[in-house]
């Protein structure tokens, strides 16, 4: 089945400067790509996404990339701000699978300082 | 329009019982998913329904099953509870493909 690993597990980033959470799937056929973003006691909230036909997504200070040869996707997140502080995950799911059925890796604390 | 809806917010149950959770997905959405998030494994996928029907099914044991209704609201039940089994349950709707949107969660402690 399919495997996604994250990197890093922990990220700490003083305010204005940029992070970026990278993640690498093992399922050639995985073809969505979300990221979610989890505030400590809260429900995960969908930031941004990608599909396989598309390389690159921009949402103001969020940007996802992909690289399907390379099956490794990032999260880039710019001008940091006090409330980025929270876990990412990144998640892949394919088509021919289930809706909802969503392979998540393990998470990114990140933590930004003032 | 309502977000996902679950209930309880939170659970004390004694090993051995059993236990049922509930999602009410978001309007129009057809397929639920159900996840454990613990802080040692992360989010897991348990199973997913649609049209109240289970499609796809994790690597739980039995003793986690699920079923959905008519009106798309779906529960979650485990039997014999066990000490690690505490976690947050979630639910998430979905009415597209990988477009999962979450609910609260149930936390569940097992004593």
């Known amino acids: 089945g399919e495997n996604v690993e994250q990197h890093p597990s922990t990220l700490s980033v003083q305010e204005g400067d940029s992070a970026v959470i990278k993640c690498t799937y093992s399922d050639s056929a995985s073809n969505y790509f979300p990221w979610y973003k989890q505030e400590l006691g809260k429900r995960p909230q969908l930031i941004i996404d990608i599909r396989s036909n598309v390389g690159e997504k921009k949402d103001q200070r969020i940007a996802v990339t992909l690289n399907k040869t390379a099956k490794h996707f990032s999260l880039h997140i710019t001008e940091t701000q006090p409330e980025d502080s929270a876990v990412y995950f990144c998640?892949?799911?394919?088509?021919?699978?289930?809706?909802?059925?969503?392979?998540f890796g393990a998470g990114t604390q990140v933590v930004v300082t003032p | 329009k309502a977000g996902v809806t679950q209930t309880p917010r939170y659970l004390i149950k004694t090993r051995g019982q059993q236990v049922t959770l509930s999602c009410s997905p978001i309007s129009g959405h057809r397929s639920v998913s159900w996840y454990q998030q613990t802080p040692g494994q992360g989010l897991q996928f348990l199973f997913e329904?649609?049209?109240?029907?289970?499609?796809n099914k994790g690597n739980f044991p039995g003793r986690f099953s699920g079923r959905q209704f008519s009106n798309s609201r779906s529960e979650m039940n485990v039997s014999t509870l066990e000490l690690g089994d505490s976690a947050l349950y979630l639910c998430?709707?979905?009415?597209?493909?990988?477009?999962?949107?979450f609910g609260q969660g149930t936390r569940l402690t097992v004593v």
């Open positions: 329904y649609f049209s109240e029907t289970q499609r």
């Open positions: 998430a709707s979905s009415l597209t493909v990988g477009e999962a949107f």
């Open positions: 998640a892949a799911s394919k088509k021919t699978d289930s809706w909802g059925k969503l392979q």
